[in-house]
């Protein structure tokens, strides 16, 4: 566990005790009522987004991050555990995004020709 990720937990556990409440949730909302309809993994497994999401969503996601930080796939397949599979997914997702980004970029050039105007 990252060690963020570990001192924020610790310290949501110190406020969460702090409540005075006889829920027994480990995610509450600040009065100490249960969120509605939430477990709390449901709650844990949320992406950026807002998007619920699966233990192999959670998984792409980082390894999309781990791409587009350029660490290399042997690297990421060590440390992630993920097939071709997922990985071949998590590269077409990145690849469509650049793809959307060149074309954008090329788009506003091209609408900068002074010729462009004249069409």
Same mark, same amino acid.
């Given at each position: 566990?990252?060690?963020?990720?570990?001192?924020?937990?610790?310290?949501?556990?110190?406020?969460?005790?702090?409540?005075? *409440?006889?829920?027994?949730? $480990?995610?509450?909302?600040?009065?100490?009522?249960? $969120?509605?309809?939430?477990?709390?993994?449901? %709650?844990? $497994?949320?992406?950026?987004?807002?998007?619920?999401?699966?233990?192999?969503? &959670?998984?792409?996601?980082? &390894? &999309?991050?781990? #791409?587009? %930080?350029? &660490?290399?796939?042997?690297? #990421?397949?060590?440390? *992630?555990?993920?097939?071709?599979?997922?990985?071949?997914?998590?590269?077409?997702v990145v690849n469509e995004e %650049?793809? #959307?980004?060149?074309?954008?970029?090329?788009?506003?050039?091209?609408?900068?020709?002074? *010729?462009? *105007?004249?069409?």
């Amino acid at each position: 566990m990252p060690v963020d990720l570990y001192l924020q937990l610790k310290e949501y556990v110190r406020i969460r005790n702090s409540l005075n *409440t006889q829920n027994t949730k $480990l995610l509450v909302k600040y009065e100490g009522k249960s $969120l509605n309809g939430v477990s709390d993994l449901e %709650a844990a $497994l949320v992406l950026e987004n807002g998007e619920k999401c699966n233990v192999t969503g &959670i998984q792409k996601n980082i &390894i &999309i991050k781990m #791409i587009k %930080a350029n &660490i290399r796939l042997n690297i #990421i397949m060590k440390l *992630t555990d993920a097939g071709m599979r997922n990985i071949n997914y998590c590269i077409d997702v990145v690849n469509e995004e %650049a793809d #959307i980004e060149d074309n954008l970029f090329l788009d506003s050039k091209i609408r900068s020709f002074e *010729t462009f *105007t004249l069409l």
